[in-house]
Nanobody
Framework: QVHLVESGGGLVQPGGSLRLSCTAS????????IGWFRQAPGKEREGVTC????????HYVDSVKGRFTVSEDNAKNTVYLQMDSLKPEDTAVYFC??????????????????WGQGTQVTVSS
């Protein structure tokens, strides 16, 4: 059974850092396009990171470029989202999802595979 679990969320002050984890069970994350999405209260879900099918590189939404970084540990079957210089507008529930690709036509990410349950990130003083 395919299962994704996010962890690492919490309350952090503006300017602080958090590292989110997305751990898979039931399948290997090798060669899987994993993306990160977030949804703030009253707002639509937004793609934060996803994979460009053209070259396999990671796309970042403009608002997080230079502050967020994706990495992975294949031995732990886990993908990480390192979030630095956090801002109050980063407050949201963060999800990871498989089959997450970048679509240049809409300049956005879409995840069409399995999703985790989400982890809350709150940036506030």
């Amino acid at each position: 059974q395919v299962h994704l679990v996010e962890s690492g969320g919490g309350l952090v002050q503006p300017g602080g850092s958090l590292r989110l984890s997305c751990t898979a069970s039931g399948f290997s994350l090798d060669y899987i396009a994993i993306g990160w999405f977030r949804q703030a209260p009253g707002k639509e879900r937004e793609g934060v990171t996803c994979i460009r099918s053209t070259d396999g590189s990671t796309h970042y939404v403009d608002s997080v470029k230079g502050r967020f970084t994706v990495s992975e540990d294949n031995a732990k079957n886990t993908v990480y989202l390192q979030m630095d210089s956090l801002k109050p507008e980063d407050t949201a529930v963060y999800f990871c999802a498989t089959e997450s690709w970048y679509y240049s036509e809409s300049d956005s990410c879409m995840g069409s595979g399995s999703w985790g349950q989400g982890t809350q990130v709150t940036v506030s003083s």
